[in-house]
């Protein structure tokens, strides 16, 4: 999509932008991640991108749009940019059960990762963080259960669906530390759809990318 | 729409279904409630509609559409039901400013005062509680300030995006108690925002059937 105008992805190393960038990736759409720490996001500079201080957040100059939060911008950009369907579907019921497992991951996959990892390091807390740590194994038993029979969430190809996955999970291990789960063993179902998607080569780069943005800011957790 | 033939809504007392039904009286599409108890939901009948174990869960039976998660069930109902875009929109950005609230509903909104609720009745854990009191806080304040120079969220009308967000609200003196803050004082665009959305009939309907669910099942905080 040479034609377009080059998309500014507002960004962070915590997991969530990188699901918007992984999307830029698979669509070949032109953009540039800037990379904000934490403390930035808390600043005027950011603050006026989107008051709610959060990354993602993108700036479209060929449509002049401004949005935040990750679900609204990847709605955004499969309905503007997938224009082949490559990652998308046009049929009933897939169209709507790839936004339930899109939904699956924005509310529960990601927050209850993160809620492991806030209850560590930004206010400890030994029994929220348990808590977490349980509530997360019974979303890799969800999906778990969900991939039994198939190789992909949603209509038998890999989908915006599964894809939104990937950027949390890869960083299970650095998260979760010693309660990290044995996923190869216990949710082997989840270990061998992760691994058909680091098959991919815009999944390889995205995590590349966020590695180097992490060591860039001397950020400990990188995929490798 | 007396054509179609009635959406079974699969409920629960806490006020996220609620959201749904909300969506229907609006749009006058038929739907039946069935309200299913927290433990109810764990059982085997109901995670054979929705293997993560919550509700709400919709069956069209106009579409042959099973579907779960509360935002992939807006996003359905708004592209199939509000044919006259009644609370929707179809120009740029207004479609996906939509999109943008009703993703900082269901991942902020109503996960950080679920987050409240949970610390102080599930697993009690003041410091925690804390923690999404003070969150919630801030939730609050950028609603205020997104609100500071309109009446509804976005494009100068009542839509889905703003409407997301009641069935909550009216659940935080309840949910908070004592950490429950002075709305009208602290947050006074937000409160007048609620207070316009209480003026309209499918609204006070919502709530009227959400108390009548809560009392049928003798669970107290009814929203009046």
């Known amino acids: 999509m040479s034609s377009l105008q080059t998309i500014t992805l507002h960004s962070h190393p915590g997991p969530n932008p990188?699901?918007?960038?992984?999307?830029?990736e698979e669509l070949n759409v032109p953009y540039v991640s800037k990379v904000y720490t934490t403390p930035e996001l808390k600043q005027p500079a950011f603050l006026a991108l989107n008051r709610n201080g959060m990354a993602p957040v993108i700036e479209d100059p060929n449509k002049g749009l401004l949005l935040a939060e990750s679900g609204a911008i990847m709605d955004y950009i499969l309905d503007q940019y997938d224009t082949?369907?490559?990652?998308?579907?046009?049929t009933l019921p897939e169209q709507y059960l790839m936004?339930?497992?899109?939904?699956?991951?924005t509310t529960t996959q990601g927050p209850v990762l993160q809620g492991v990892f806030h209850w560590?390091?930004?206010e400890p807390n030994p029994e929220a963080r348990a808590s977490c740590v349980k509530n997360f194994?019974?979303?890799?038993?969800?999906?778990?259960?969900?991939l039994a029979?198939?190789?992909?969430?949603?209509?038998?190809k890999c989908s915006a669906a599964d894809?939104?996955?990937?950027?949390?999970?890869?960083?299970?291990?650095?998260?979760?530390?010693?309660?990290?789960?044995?996923?190869?063993?216990?949710?082997?179902?989840?270990?061998a759809w992760f691994r058909r998607m680091l098959e991919r080569e815009p999944v390889r780069k995205m995590l590349n990318d966020s590695d180097e943005a992490r060591s860039k800011l001397n950020i400990p957790g990188g995929n490798k």
Do not use: C
């Not at 082949?84 to 046009?90: L, N, V």
């Open 149 to 156: 029979d198939k190789d992909w969430l949603v209509g038998g």
């Open 99 to 105: 936004k339930q497992w899109l939904q699956f991951q």
């Open 163 to 191: 894809l939104s996955y990937v950027s949390f999970h890869a960083k299970l291990d650095f998260i979760m530390k010693e309660a990290a789960p044995d996923v190869a063993k216990d949710f082997p179902n989840v270990d």
């Open 137 to 146: 194994r019974r979303v890799l038993q969800v999906l778990n259960g969900e």
């Open 18 to 24: 990188w699901k918007i960038a992984l999307l830029f």
């Open 120 to 122: 560590a390091n930004v």
């Open 84 to 90: 082949e369907k490559s990652i998308t579907f046009t």
